[in-house]
């Protein structure tokens, strides 16, 4: 029972490297997200795809693209990391039929802690 | 913008106690409530969620909505030093993302 499946767990970048963070779920879930995770910051949303073939910035986008490949997978790229990105990030997934009136639990991966320097 | 605000603790109750979280929101709107618990180093896991105002029980846990009030909160019976983590609450309007609060931490003495 995978769940969200999140790689790599750890990763350290130098200034200006790229990377592609990689989020998979299992769940058949419409809806999934990007969150960075800061000390004294709380959860932001990065990016979000509320189904698939559909993305839409969050609060915290800039320096990130993503892209939603099929139903089951959502990445996130930093094209030219920079110190600011250090950070936990999480990827998420949810229910989230746009039918519905009230939002469904998102369900966490277990992160990837990004070190840049 | 919307804004949920948690009290960052940390909240200390002795082991046996109730341990009483809180919540509030600006989004008048907001229809969707979430309490998530985090242990350090490990990612958010779903304790419960609330639609409707008034109580919901879920075991030792009761999450309580008062919307005309804008908050929420979460009531832990017979605390446990194993519920020492930090505690998110999450708030939604429609099917729009969550938006989180920073979170409380709760530490239960034993």
């Known amino acids: 029972n995978a769940g969200v499946t999140q790689t790599p767990k750890f990763q350290v970048l130098k200034t200006g490297q790229s990377m592609t963070l990689q989020c998979a779920q299992d769940?058949?879930?419409?809806?999934m997200y990007w969150y960075r995770q800061d000390p004294g910051m709380g959860l932001r949303l990065i990016y979000y795809?509320?189904?698939?073939?559909?993305?839409d910035k969050g609060e915290v986008p800039n320096g990130y693209n993503v892209s939603r490949l099929n139903k089951r997978e959502f990445s996130l790229r930093l094209e030219s990391a920079a110190p600011s990105q250090t950070s936990v990030y999480f990827c998420?997934?949810?229910?989230?039929?746009?039918?519905?009136?009230?939002?469904?639990?998102?369900?966490f991966g277990n992160g990837t802690r990004l070190t840049v320097t | 913008q919307k804004e949920v605000e948690q009290n960052s603790g940390p909240l200390s109750v002795p082991e046996g106690a109730i341990a009483s979280l809180n919540c509030t929101y600006s989004?008048?709107?907001?229809?969707?409530f979430f309490w998530y618990r985090q242990y350090s180093g490990k990612s958010p896991e779903l304790i419960m969620f609330?639609?409707?105002?008034g109580d919901k029980e879920d075991g030792r846990f009761t999450a309580q909505l008062n919307k005309a009030s804008q908050y929420v909160s979460l009531l832990i019976r017979d605390s446990q030093p194993s519920d020492s983590a930090t505690y998110l609450c999450?708030?939604?309007?429609?099917?729009?993302?969550?938006?989180f609060g920073k979170g409380t931490r709760l530490s239960v003495i034993a």
């Open positions: 998420a997934s949810s229910e989230g039929r746009e039918s519905e009136t009230y939002n469904s639990p998102l369900h």
């Open positions: 769940m058949n879930h419409n809806s």
């Open positions: 795809s509320a189904s698939e073939g559909t993305t």
């Open positions: 989004d008048r709107g907001s229809q969707s």
């Open positions: 609330i639609y409707s105002n």
């Open positions: 999450a708030v939604a309007r429609g099917n729009t993302p969550l938006v």
